[in-house]
């Protein structure tokens, strides 16, 4: 099973993320400063770090600009501090995803689930599930309900990135960042392209979530 490490200076949210881990079967490491964190990080190769920005010592971000000279970890940022700018500079330093406090337990875990999944051998190349909807990048197949759906290469692209991390909220932003690899457009065709593929997802349009202001999300399955 994964192994995780917790770098979390308050001690009441380092035993719930212990007790919410430990009941997936996952092994829990735990730090509550920075620089003890960067060493547990460095000498017990964990399968993923959950870290906050805000540590003692040593804080979160220069945690991570060390760690990303040595290591390719997964590292998920858990934190309250939920600024744009806060989350940009994290995520340009190499932090693989960003959730602010308080959060859902359900959403922290499956981001998680999801950041492992990408780690693993295969990664973001394997097959992905999620409810009634399938997605094989390697052969480039989408299916509903076991129908084949035709999907456009921006529109196959946009839905490989929402399946690669359910429930994650997606700026158009970086959804055009993602696009633009996939030959798409500037930031007003992401609207197009979503209106798109929820047509072609047909009763199960409700899966990709607005979120008003910010993005889209593929929403929790049924």
């Known amino acids: ?71 390719d970890a997964p590292v998920l940022m858990l934190t309250a501090r939920e600024g744009e700018a806060d989350k940009v500079l994290a995520l340009e330093l190499g932090a693989d995803d960003y959730v602010t406090k308080p959060f859902s337990v359900a959403e922290l875990l499956a981001r998680v689930r999801a950041l492992l999944r990408r780690s693993q051998p295969g990664g973001e190349r394997g097959p992905l599930r999620h409810g009634v909807l399938s997605l094989h990048p390697l052969t480039r197949a989408v299916r509903l309900r076991g129908e084949v759906v035709n999907l456009t290469r921006v529109e196959f692209g946009l839905l490989h990135l929402l399946m690669l991390s359910p429930q994650r909220v997606f700026t158009r932003s970086e959804l055009l960042t993602h696009l633009q690899e996939e030959g798409g457009g500037s930031e007003r065709t992401i609207n197009v392209h979503v209106r798109n593929l929820r047509a072609k997802l047909g009763e199960d349009a409700e899966l990709l979530e607005t979120v008003y202001g910010v993005g889209y999300r593929l929403r929790e399955a049924p």
Do not use: K, W
């Not at 009441?12 to 007790?19: F, R, V």
């Not at 017990?44 to 959950?50: A, E, N, Q």
């Open 1 to 71: 099973m994964p192994h995780l490490l917790v770098i979390e200076d308050n001690p009441d949210m380092s035993a719930l993320l212990h007790e919410y881990f430990g009941a997936l079967g996952y092994g829990v490491t735990s730090a509550r400063e920075g620089r003890a964190g960067l060493h547990a990080a460095l000498h017990t190769r964990p399968d993923l770090i959950v870290l906050d920005v805000m540590l003692p010592g040593l804080g979160g971000l220069e945690v991570l600009r060390r760690l990303r000279a040595e290591s």
